[in-house]
């Protein structure tokens, strides 16, 4: 698409759009809170209608990154602003841009200064997006740092009211300490690229020169630093997926954001992590990815497992979800690990492509569904003001409608066949079977007890007799609705028809492996 | 594969959408006009059966049907080697089920109408049903595992939204997830089946699959390092690991009775008459890769397994349906028993007869389930009548059947229709469809112990012929403690016939539970055999397999013998029960038992013992050790002391800081200030006193230029 | 003729005078005059410099002609600065006056 003979920067309108959202929602007056709603909205659903463009313009069969975009700007390191979009990224977009329009509708009910509130929610939608269109390691940790900070300020400020300090603290800190590796691993790369003489920061460039890289970095064996890099990378995506143990920060952040902040912390933040193997260590790594894949494996399968069992043992319907995303993000970093471990052994390949296929359509389906069930949790939380499961009880009587929605999100993440999780889960099953046998089927046992979590959460909020404290409870609002309904659509779409995305990812994934 | 025309496949993949889209319709618009709900989902199924019913006699004329199946796919997960694709399957065994399914399936939803009318959430009772029909249909026409497991998960679900229809009481809800969970144990390990299946083949299709030699016996020879066995024997127990729990069999049979709770006879009869076959189904149509798995290696384990615990349960829950007192949990207890029936019958190899007896099975059980519906229906209405449902007395339960009584002449068309399936339960000889279908089992195996001498089908002959004394007994025990005798409670005493759309389906299954079995008479059997034209039904399913399998010689013996088992049972059930009706209050004469009749009562303790080992160490787990110890104390414990030795440096080097830092910095600027104070009194303000500053600096400038020089003398 | 010696003592001592009075007085307006006599002691000298040393220039006069006009706006200004200070302190004594105090 061109204007006035110039391409258009796609890409960098739908990535600074939400910025500029922000900025004019900072300039307005302080009490007009339908116009702080409005623009929210307003600027969250162009980069949605951008975004669905760059998906139907987007071409998976040509190689290579689309929509590239390249500016000068930071000679000196040789860093440029350096903009591109595969398949993968393409579908992160857009799941980005489709989460944060829903996100904010369910926000319409924030009355506390909402004006900074929307500011930072857009500010967040403008570091998500940038990390996914980034194709500069130094632009990358820019946008990645950028989405922390409005983070954090959404849960210290919005958050429940009992442990949201403690929770954005914990979540900043916990993330922070991962990017440090990211900026040192990232400057390592350039410095032993180089420096000032050949030092880089572009990522293809990169993943074409540093794997066969050899030498010493100031007296170091170039083995030693590229060790260090890849554990530095390793351990900063493994605390944002969140991959077993790193993950206890997340059940708190989640259960402490308001509704709309876990929405887009489980729908897209966590995805960050994954799309950091996908994007940077592996090409970067093929080797020490290939022998460490098992680790990665077994740690995936302990998130599987352990997720669900501490899923099941909550008593607090959000930490309850919170949990059910360690165990959902299990499958993807299972479907990663398969990945990581063709990049070694040619062998597989065929079944390391489904199973990472699989990894990426759960990033989606994911997306879909974990957004769903918070905003779920946060309709009930608005009403009764409590998230404690024992408290509710026979709700479907009150909201018949909330009590159908609310079942069919739960079902999805169950990975009900028909709905979108099934058939990433399935095929993450499929590809990692006959590579991981035994961890496979170990997983198969935190399959089982998502079935558990959901049913006793399903049980527990809506069936029973009704508990007379909520005798009064209104029904789920048309605007609820309305935010959750494109998942569901989106859900359903994916559970039966998975062709209509599924060949964009497998375009960008079969290229990891050459 | 060659396959059939182009037409019949299409009207094949468009059968499982009529009932889909009215679940989508009942839903989204019409859950507020009942009449609107029932009107489209009697209608989308009404298409789905005229559907089924034109590919069906179409397709039991085509010749070679088993080779060039009715079948059109196309691409559906484009990944990977090749892409995998769904599609539409219709061979012998599919035929049979798609003239069964739609037909049964159909007679529900009509007799759902009266027994469902009244109740708050009709329309979404009508929904549910219409998703559960698309996900049947859908499980009968597909070409490939993975789509039969989207109709079998989503019939999970469907059963599970099902019993806990009325979500208000506890049990009803408890006996939900307990279904969902139970049979997700299975599901999940067929997942892994159907995982290993795709991985060693690089396809679902059962026609790619199931009827290549090649592929079967490549499956058979590799071996799969678990347990000594192929490929083909684990990934067939994998598969089977699904039935047990779809199929509530032993150890995953404890979610069948329970799921009773369920709101009405009609729902309960969906999962038993319909869904659960569904299970036998899969282990039926997978057949091949199990039978390829006993030449290879392991050799016939996999037979093993399925025949032990097919007919196991078989006997097992025989037993224990003998001393239920609930009308629907008796009938739920004995569909657990034939479910196992058919399985011990895939077991030994009787592919047809476990074929034919799943097909008259879903007949007349699906009758009876409607009969003890229509039962349940009357003693409630009964029971209102009477002048009870006011007042606060004691609870009634319409389901115990020592509450029934004498109803025979209350509703005699309810009596006779049961009576019907009652004796085809029991396989009353000659004139009931069970009878044809159980023979041919019992023929089977008896066959395969007396004739070749083998070990497996002498067991299971036994089992068998154990379990069927028991169900001659307790489907007796059933009519007469319903039907027979006075009426027992003022209930029972004003029940009234049902209305004609719920009498309408009971005749009509009636038929099929009579009639039914004729289709599969043993060739050569005296007198019959000519005039029904021999095994059709042998002849026809066989053909789905690669061989066809050969049919047995007629053989009066087994017949005798199977004959005489069932009478047996039904006598021994009319000489407790029938010769001298229970009177209202008197105990059931099995008390007599003791502790057997406690055993069985409570189900062999099974419920209990898994309550202890499986749901109370899992809640354990979850609560305490991974939730609680391993998070919070462990991980986060680590973490926060981490956070606390930082802090703790942090604290440390703030107190440098202040002490050494700060003091210097500090120490200068408050030198300088305390100077400042000092010399501030310098400055009074009073600019006489600056200009006698100036004046004394002037004349000190005299005195330094002009005095000294001449008093010091330069 | 008088020598210019004499005309310079006369002037110092109405300089000294002057000093003395600015240094000492405390009134404002006694401060002012004194700064007067100041002038004039220098406006005596010049006049006594340019007789007795350069009595073709008139440089003496002009400076001295300058002086008065300044005195006389000096004077001016002073007045009305203590009467400003004087309508708002009710005092005209320097001892008060000490603003400049840091």
């Known amino acids: ?514 | 594969m060659e396959t059939q025309g182009t037409l019949l496949p299409l009207l094949v993949a468009l059968i499982p959408w009529p009932p889909f889209i009215a679940f989508g319709l009942i839903t989204l618009f019409t859950n507020r006009w009942k009449r609107l709900s029932h009107t489209i989902a009697i209608l989308s199924v009404a298409i789905s059966f005229v559907l089924s019913q034109i590919v069906f006699w179409n397709a039991i004329r085509m010749e070679h049907l088993g080779e060039q199946p009715i079948a059109i796919r196309i691409p559906w997960l484009p990944v990977g080697p090749r892409p995998l694709e769904f599609g539409v399957l219709v061979d012998p065994l599919g035929a049979v089920m798609l003239f069964m399914v739609p037909l049964v399936s159909l007679m529900i939803f009509i007799y759902s109408v009266g027994y469902m009318a009244g109740d708050p959430h009709y329309s979404r009772f009508f929904a549910l049903l219409s998703l559960f029909e698309a996900a049947m249909l859908l499980l009968v026409v597909a070409d490939n595992l993975l789509m039969l497991f989207i109709g079998w998960e989503v019939m999970g679900f469907c059963s599970y939204a099902l019993i806990g229809f009325w979500y208000r009481k506890p049990s009803a809800y408890r006996a939900a997830v307990k279904a969902f969970m139970t049979t997700r144990v299975g599901d999940v390990l067929m997942l892994l089946g159907i995982a290993y299946l795709y991985a060693q083949t690089g396809t679902l299709n059962f026609h790619d699959i199931l009827r290549n030699p090649e592929t079967l016996k490549a499956l058979a020879e590799t071996p799969s390092y678990v347990a000594g066995l192929s490929v083909a024997a684990l990934a067939s127990l994998l598969l089977f690991a699904g039935t047990v729990g779809k199929s509530a069999q032993f150890p995953l049979h404890v979610w069948l009775p329970d799921a009773m709770e369920g709101p009405t006879p009609v729902s309960a009869m969906i999962h038993a008459a319909t869904m659960v076959s569904a299970g036998v189904y899969t282990t039926i149509r997978m057949f091949p890769l199990l039978q390829a798995g006993q030449h290879g290696l392991g050799g016939e384990t996999a037979f093993w397994v399925v025949a032990l615990i097919g007919a196991f349960t078989a006997f097992m829950a025989a037993t224990m349906g003998v001393a239920q007192n609930d009308i629907k949990r008796v009938l739920a207890y004995s569909t657990i028993s034939q479910l196992g029936y058919m399985l011990a019958a895939v077991g030994i190899g009787a592919y047809v007869a476990a074929a034919f007896h799943l097909l008259t099975h879903a007949f007349f059980k699906a009758l009876l389930f409607l009969g003890s519906g229509s039962v349940i229906h009357a003693v409630e209405h009964g029971h209102h009548h009477a002048g009870h449902g006011h007042g606060h007395e004691e609870p009634f339960d319409p389901n115990d059947m020592f509450n029934m009584g004498g109803l025979a002449r209350r509703m005699p068309v309810t009596f006779w229709t049961f009576v019907a399936g009652g004796l085809a339960l029991a396989g009353f000889p000659l004139i009931t469809a069970g009878f044809w279908s159980k023979d041919e089992i019992l023929g089977e195996a008896f066959h395969g112990a007396f004739e070749k001498g083998e070990l497996l089908p002498l067991l299971v002959f036994l089992l068998l012929a154990a379990a069927a004394i028991l169900t001659g007994f307790y489907t007796m025990r059933q009519i007469a403690l319903t039907f027979l005798g006075e009426p027992r409670t003022a209930a029972a005493a004003h029940a009234e016939e049902s209305p004609s759309s719920m009498i309408f389906p009971l005749v009509f299954l009636a038929f099929f539970a009579i009639f039914g079995g004729y289709v599969g008479v043993p060739e050569g059997f005296p007198g019959l055999s000519a005039l029904t034209g021999g095994n059709w039904f042998h002849e026809f399913v066989g053909g789905t397999l690669l061989e066809h399998p050969e049919a047995l010689p007629f053989n009066p013996v087994p017949v005798v013998i199977s004959s005489l088992i069932a009478l047996t049972g039904l006598l021994l059930g009319w000489a407790v029960y029938a010769r001298r009706p229970l009177a209202a209050g008197e105990p059931d004469p099995l008390v007599r038992l003791g502790p057997i009749y406690l055993f069985l009562k409570n189900r062999w303790y099974i419920d209990d013992l898994y309550q202890v080992v499986f749901v109370r160490p899992t809640l354990w787990l979850a609560e305490r050790a991974v939730a609680f110890f391993m998070d919070r104390v462990l991980i986060d414990g680590f973490l926060h002391g981490v956070a606390d030795a930082v802090w703790s440096m942090g604290s440390a080097l703030r107190l440098f800081d202040r002490v050494v830092v700060n003091g210097i910095g500090d120490g200068i600027g408050e030198a300088v200030k305390a100077a400042g104070r000092e010399l501030r009194a310098l400055q009074t303000g009073l600019v006489q006193n600056y200009l006698l500053v100036v004046v004394l600096g002037v004349l000190g400038f005299i005195v330094l230029y002009t005095v000294a020089p001449m008093l010091l003398g330069f | 003729m008088v020598p210019l010696t004499w005309y310079l003592l006369v002037a110092t001592a109405l300089f000294c005078i002057g000093v003395y009075g600015v240094l000492a007085r405390r009134n404002a307006i006694a401060i002012l005059m004194a700064i007067e006599l100041m002038l004039n002691a220098v406006n005596l000298s010049l006049v006594a410099f340019w007789r007795y040393l350069h009595p073709t220039a008139t440089t003496g006069q002009v400076f001295a002609l300058f002086v008065l006009v300044v005195a006389a706006a000096e004077a001016a200004a002073g007045l009305a600065l203590i009467i400003s200070i004087y309508r708002n302190r009710e005092t005209v004594d320097v001892e008060n006056i000490d603003l400049l105090k840091g």
């Open chain 1, 1 to 514: 698409m061109t204007l006035f003979g110039q391409p258009i920067p796609i890409l960098t309108l739908i990535t600074f759009i939400p910025l500029l959202g922000a900025g004019i929602i900072a300039l307005t007056p302080r009490d007009s809170i339908r116009l702080h709603r409005g623009l929210a909205f307003f600027f969250s659903l162009i980069p949605l209608a951008l975004s669905a463009w760059l998906w139907l313009n987007f071409d998976p069969n040509r190689p290579g990154f689309q929509f590239v975009e390249r500016a000068v700007w930071f000679p000196q390191v040789n860093a440029s602003y350096y903009l591109g979009v595969d398949g993968l990224s393409v579908m992160l977009i857009f799941l980005t841009t489709l989460l944060t329009p829903l996100g904010v509708l369910i926000s319409f009910n924030i009355t506390e200064d909402p004006r900074t509130y929307f500011a930072l929610f857009l500010a967040l939608e403008t570091g998500i997006l940038g990390v996914f269109v980034s194709l500069d390691l130094l632009l990358f940790f820019l946008f990645w740092e950028l989405g922390l900070v409005p983070m954090y300020f959404l849960i210290n400020n919005w958050g429940a009211p009992e442990r949201r300090h403690y929770a954005a603290l914990k979540f900043i800190l916990y993330t922070m300490a991962g990017s440090l590796g990211l900026l040192l691993g990232i400057q390592l790369i350039w410095a032993a690229l180089g420096g000032t003489q050949g030092g880089t920061f572009d990522l293809l460039e990169i993943s074409r020169r540093w794997p066969a890289l050899q030498g010493t970095l100031v007296g170091v064996p170039m083995e030693v630093v590229k060790a260090i890099v890849f554990w530095a990378f390793v351990v900063a995506f493994a605390i944002k997926v969140p991959v077993w143990p790193f993950h206890t920060w997340l059940p708190d952040a989640h259960t402490e954001a308001p509704t709309a902040g876990s929405m887009i912390l489980a729908g897209i933040l966590l995805k960050l992590g994954a799309y950091g193997f996908l994007r940077v260590v592996f090409p970067l790594f093929p080797a020490e990815s290939a022998r460490f894949a098992f680790a990665l494996a077994l740690l995936a399968t302990a998130a599987i497992v352990f997720g669900a069992y501490a899923a099941l043992g909550q008593r607090d319907f959000k930490r309850l979800v919170a949990y059910s995303s360690v165990n959902h993000m299990g499958f993807v970093v299972l479907g990663i690990a398969v990945a990581g471990y063709a990049l070694g052994n040619p062998t597989i390949r065929d079944h390391a492509l489904i199973a990472v296929n699989g990894a990426a359509l759960q990033l989606f389906a994911h997306g879909l569904s974990s957004a769903a069930m918070f905003a779920l949790v946060g309709v009930v939380y608005d009403r009764t003001h409590t998230r404690d499961l024992e408290a509710y009880g026979g709700l479907w009587t009150r909201m018949p409608v909330y009590g159908g929605i609310l079942i069919y999100c739960a079902m999805a993440s169950v990975g009900l066949p028909g709905l979108a999780g099934f058939v990433a889960e399935y095929m993450v099953v499929q590809g990692s079977w006959p590579v991981f046998t035994a961890l496979t089927a170990i997983a198969m046992l935190g399959l089982l007890i998502t079935g558990a979590f959901i049913m006793k959460a399903i049980q527990k909020v809506l069936h029973g007799p009704l508990n007379p404290r909520w005798a009064r409870l209104p029904e789920m609002s048309a605007r609820e609705i309305l935010a959750v309904a494109p998942l569901m659509a989106f859900m359903l779409l994916t559970g039966l028809w998975p062709a209509w995305i599924v060949p964009t990812l497998n375009a960008a994934l079969v290229r990891l492996f050459g």
